[in-house]
């Protein structure tokens, strides 16, 4: 089974700064999927970015990106130039080729200050 | 983008009642929906998979009596909770999978119902 696990459960950044967060996942699969999906107080849930573990380029959604690192099984995510409206929980999520289930992690709270 | 629906947003039922729970594809066709369970602060735990035309799939430890799960056409799925108690409270969210989207297996969420069994 998969596991997904992100250990900063909460965490802050300044209005404008960049910050990490964490995302290490375990699989036997060489082929699958890694999201990171925000959850806003709304709690609905919206993807971030994704990234295919075939591709080795790093996936970059304007201000967002990851460092995938596979042999590392690692999948952290940058947000740059942090944004009142980033304020929210970010939650890793993994999937295998076959697509059955997405297997979510914990979750790491993010509050942007101003 | 791909757009799913969830109706009622809030519902408050009392206890040993059911309530019903649907959730729509709106822009497309969704073989397999998902429903997740969320307790406050924390991660979504996946309840069961939904297949239009066949029975859902439990996870393990979701009693599926008590989680009713109809799948009857491509663009909704419903989830009813059976005699509902306050431990039944909770966020119930769920998704739907586009096949239509290519390979990528991204999975669409609706915007969650709170229930509260009083």
Known sequence: AQTVTQSQPEMSVQEAETVTLSCTYDTSESNYYLFWYKQPPSRQMILVIRQEAYKQQNATENRFSVNFQKAAKSFSLKISDSQLGDTAMYFCAFIDNAGNMLTFGGGTRLMVKP | ?118
């Open chain 2, 1 to 118: 983008g791909a757009v799913v629906s969830q109706h009622p947003s809030w519902v408050i039922c009392k206890s040993g009642t059911s309530v019903k729970i649907e959730c729509r594809s709106l822009d497309f066709q969704a073989t397999t929906m998902f429903w997740y369970r969320q307790f406050p602060k924390q991660s979504l735990m996946l309840m069961a998979t939904s297949n239009e035309g066949s029975k859902a799939t439990y996870e393990q430890g979701v009693e599926k009596d008590k989680f009713l799960i109809n799948h009857a056409s491509l663009t909704l799925s419903t989830l009813t909770v059976t005699s509902a108690h306050p431990e039944d409270s909770s966020f119930y969210i769920c998704s739907a999978r586009d096949p239509g989207a290519g390979g990528d297996y991204e999975q669409y969420f609706g915007p969650g119902t709170r229930l509260t069994v009083t």
